[in-house]
């Protein structure tokens, strides 16, 4: 069973994965709001599980054009115990924001990736367009994932 943001495994107990899933729902809120104050126009799809039988992944969050169809996708991550306003507190070199396995399978690629500090206070915004030459892959025990430089993405307060 997948989600839009968590797969669910044969061997991890409901309870586990659906307490992942309702705290994530904070930072989608955060984030949408932020947009939202912005002066943009938004849909908002990372609130709820989609059901298992559909296999695309709408996303997070759509803004939307003037018309009211969909211009670009905005994806949200949130690190549950990083606390950072910027560049200057975060303490890693890189940024984590995307497993590999995952990244190939959206169709369309978000514009931005928004990842939440733990209080849902911060973000910093990554410009998937123009970044993308600038991802680094990092090696984990059980995955790839794509990571950018911490000076990289733009720190917006939500």
């Known amino acids: 069973m997948i989600n839009n943001r968590f797969i669910v495994s044969k061997s991890e107990p409901w309870e586990a994965f659906s307490s992942r899933f309702n705290d994530s729902i904070p930072s989608v809120e955060a984030v949408a709001n932020h947009l939202k104050n912005q002066g943009y126009n938004i849909e908002v799809n990372g609130l709820q599980m989609r059901d298992p039988d559909v296999k695309e992944d709408s996303g997070d969050i759509w803004v939307l054009k003037d018309d009211g169809t969909r211009d670009y996708r905005v994806e949200v991550r ?7 306003t910027s560049a200057d507190d975060f303490k890693y070199p890189i940024m984590t924001f995307y497993f590999v396995i995952d990244w190939v399978k959206l169709r369309p690629k978000p514009k931005f990736v ?15 367009a123009n970044e993308v030459k600038d991802f680094v892959t990092t090696s984990a025990p059980k995955y790839s994932s794509y990571a950018v430089a911490k000076d990289k993405p733009e720190y917006v307060t939500l």
Do not use: R
């Not at 949130?78 to 950072?84: A, D, I, P, R």
């Not at 928004?114 to 998937?128: L, Q, S, W």
């Open 78 to 84: 949130q690190l549950t115990k990083e606390e950072f």
């Open 114 to 128: 928004f990842i939440v500090n733990k209080d849902c206070t911060h973000a910093a915004k990554i410009d998937c």
